[in-house]
Nanobody, 123 residues
Framework: QVQLVESGGGSVQRGGSLRLSCAAS????????IAWFRQAPGKEREGISY????????YYADSVKGRFTISRDNAKNTGYLQMNSLKPEDTAVYYC????????????????WGLGTQVTVSS
């Protein structure tokens, strides 16, 4: 089965760090863009980052730029999102998505989605 599974979420204090992982199974990520989205309670889903298949092209939304770092390890068939200097407003469910697309945060262009992992940041 084609599947993406996020892990690494949890509860941290303001200023803390977490590293999210996005593990793919049933297919290889070599030629896929990886993107991260998040959805806070009562808010629309927000695209926050993507990385190209080669890893040479990355994008960050203003809300996370300078604090989050996206990366990938194709040999491990896994993508990552390192989150530093976390703020309470980062509290959300975080989703990984992949697709054979050019760099974009247009949700409809991504074929595969994980079920999400909860990140909670206390003040």
């Amino acid at each position: 089965q084609v599947q993406l599974v996020e892990s690494g979420g949890g509860s941290v204090q303001r200023g803390g760090s977490l590293r999210l992982s996005c593990a793919a199974s049933g297919f290889t990520l070599d030629y896929y863009t990886i993107a991260w989205f998040r959805q806070a309670p009562g808010k629309e889903r927000e695209g926050i980052s993507y990385i190209s298949s080669s890893g040479y092209s990355t994008y960050y939304a203003d809300s996370v730029k300078g604090r989050f770092t996206i990366s990938r390890d194709n040999a491990k068939n896994t993508g990552y999102l390192q989150m530093n200097s976390l703020k309470p407003e980062d509290t959300a469910v975080y989703y990984c998505a992949t697709g054979r697309v050019l760099g974009t945060l247009d949700e409809w262009k991504y074929n595969y989605w994980g079920l999400g992992t909860q990140v909670t940041v206390s003040s």
